[in-house]
């Protein structure tokens, strides 16, 4: 099974709609992220928690919320999505314990689309 | 963050050595050089990462200049497998969160 599992890993939906992309981990860190990736761009960061308590805005937050409900688990929501939201969604995380590595472990990946 | 800049795509010969340079002239003293690919349309893998030293591990080796302006990630022996998208990342010290780029598109050829 993976460390970073995503769900769901595809979802297709209309204009207005609530969605919610859920990421848990089993590697037991503390720090975690939620990834946008357009078509043939790199990956910009929505959200990140450092630990439960901690929930921070990245680079492009609007229109985007998100739930630590446990360590484990990191979900985003999109209140009211549209169609300019369709992307790959990406969650990950990173150990805690000690100095900053700068590994990132990914999830699969949830590709969403907005019609 | 240092500005990195990369090539937009390259080729390699399947068996060669693929060397994947980077740019980070703006980079600081005491700021890391990060390496991560993505393979097709997967999460990003970390490869490797080195503040001045180069450093080796069994995916490759990176090879960072002496006056920290640039460096090279180095696949000695590519495989088709190593088809993918390559991204060089530098962030401000202390800032635990790292932005992607458009990276290199590297191509094995067979």
């Known amino acids: 099974d993976a460390d970073v599992t995503q769900t769901p890993r595809n979802r297709i939906t209309k204009t207005g709609k609530r969605i919610m992309l859920e990421c848990s981990q089993t590697?037991?860190?503390?720090?975690m992220y939620w990834y946008r990736q357009d078509p043939g761009l790199g990956l910009q960061l929505i959200y990140y928690?450092?630990?439960?308590?901690?929930?921070n805005k990245g680079e492009i937050s609007d229109g985007y919320s998100v739930s630590r409900q446990a360590q484990a688990k990191f979900s985003l929501s999109l209140e009211s999505a549209i169609p300019n939201q369709t992307a790959l969604y990406f969650c990950?995380?990173?150990?805690?314990?000690?100095?900053?590595?700068?590994?990132?472990?990914f999830g699969e990946g949830s590709r969403l689309t907005v019609l | 963050d240092a500005k990195t800049t990369q090539p937009p795509s390259m080729d390699c010969a399947e068996g060669r050595a693929a060397n994947l340079p980077c740019n980070h002239s703006?980079?600081?003293?005491?700021?890391?050089v990060y390496w991560y690919r993505q393979i097709h349309s997967q999460g990003p893998q970390y490869i490797i990462h080195?503040?001045?030293n180069n450093e080796t591990n069994e995916m490759a080796s990176l090879i960072i200049t002496e006056d920290r302006k640039s460096s090279t990630l180095i696949l000695p022996h590519a495989t088709l497998r190593d088809t993918a998208v390559y991204y060089c990342?530098?962030?401000?010290?202390?800032?635990?969160?790292?932005?992607f780029g458009t990276g290199t598109r590297l191509t094995i050829i067979p």
């Open positions: 990342i530098a962030p401000n010290f202390g800032n635990e969160k790292l932005t």
């Open positions: 590697k037991g860190h503390d720090r």
């Open positions: 080195g503040l001045k």
């Open positions: 928690s450092f630990d439960v308590k901690d929930i």
């Open positions: 990950a995380t990173s150990d805690n314990r000690g100095p900053f590595t700068g590994e990132l472990f």
């Open positions: 703006t980079i600081s003293g005491n700021e890391y």
